[in-house]
């Protein structure tokens, strides 16, 4: 209640009118929210960042050399996969001499998150082809590398998982 002196009212006290806490709550908002992104900073990897991105740089020669020697070697896959049966099936063509690895090696990375990428080691199956254990996959698309062993060819697509079952790499003769 407010009392008068000399017939004049008494303003309210400060923290009982709105413009001192209006004009307090812009800056402590702007501070709040730098304290949010800075704890989203701290507690978050940015997994798209490499930390020596010059040696990143020269392995994309030596990939891409890789990969026109699975050109040369007229590599071509068929990969079928079956995600109930958790297992995933390549079947090779090409060139004898790139045809003759007991194991192969399948990578599926996932575009953003590198915790999810899986490395997968396809073994030589009786019917010539190979085939390996399939991990559970979230749904999203995917990076997929085929490799020989020694790593001396490579072959690369993006497939959609597990929405697709087949897909082709490479270029069929």
Known sequence: MLTMENGI??????HRQFWPWFLISVPLSAVIGGLVTLFIAITNTDAL????YYKQGLAINRTLARDQQAMEFGLA??????????KVHVQLQGDELA???ETLRMQLLHPTLADL???????KHGDGGYLGKLPTLATSNWHLLIESEPRDWR?????ELPRETSVRLGHMR
């Open 9 to 14: 009212p008494l303003p309210k006290p400060w």
């Open 49 to 52: 960042v490499v930390d020596d």
């Open 77 to 86: 896959a068929v990969v079928r996969f079956d995600p109930v049966g958790r």
């Open 99 to 101: 045809l003759t690895h």
């Open 117 to 123: 990428d899986y490395s997968i080691i396809l073994e």
């Open 155 to 159: 072959l690369a697509a993006r497939v």
